[in-house]
């Protein structure tokens, strides 16, 4: 059973909970995104697997979850960067904000997210339980297309992005 931190809104630890019962909740957790650009300053997106039980089919950053209980953030980002892109490399943070998202199947992500970010140049190895396709991305490009196609991209990114993107735009282009 997969458990999360719970957290207040300056993100102290208050508690665990089982992952599902969090989302259905929709109860304030401790999480993290990853941004893996490489020397172009792309960003590195992965297209959800299909049968993921929410968002599935869907392009996001490159890869998120949630620390373990006892975990340091940047440790369960490389844990997490291995299980699903299949690669390595340095992490650091970048921010963190607190967003609330509904998704399909009744699931609340209300998180406290710390956005990571490193850099990779090589192709990733993808996880295909997890990823069902990447592509690195002109940040620019992505901006157009999510005010395009929004439908196309998790929710949670949308909300990630439209808050991070002067920061990223501004460090990467």
Same mark, same amino acid.
């Given at each position: ?11 102290? @630890?208050? +508690? ?9 909740? +929709? ?81 609340? $992500? ?13 192709? @990733? ?15 620019? $490009? ?32």
């Amino acid at each position: 059973m997969e458990q999360v931190i719970l957290v207040d809104t300056q993100d102290n @630890p208050i +508690g665990l909970m089982e992952k599902m019962e969090a989302h259905e909740k +929709g109860l304030l957790h401790r999480a993290f995104s990853v941004f893996i650009f490489n020397d172009k300053n792309e960003l590195l997106l992965q297209q959800r697997a299909s049968h993921k039980y929410h968002s599935g089919g869907l392009w996001t950053n490159t890869c998120c979850s949630h620390p373990r209980d006892g975990e340091e953030t940047i440790d369960a980002g490389k844990r997490r960067l291995n299980e699903e892109m299949g690669f390595q490399c340095a992490i650091s943070p970048a921010l963190s904000f607190i967003y609330k998202a509904e998704l399909d199947n009744e699931l609340t $992500e209300h998180e406290f997210d710390h956005v990571l970010i490193g850099k990779y140049n090589a192709d @990733p190895q993808p996880n295909p339980d997890e990823v069902s396709n990447w592509k690195f991305v002109n940040l620019e $490009e992505l901006a157009v297309d999510l005010q395009e196609n929004p439908e196309n991209y998790t929710v949670w990114f949308q909300q990630i992005f439209e808050r991070t993107k002067d920061h990223f735009l501004n460090e990467f282009t």
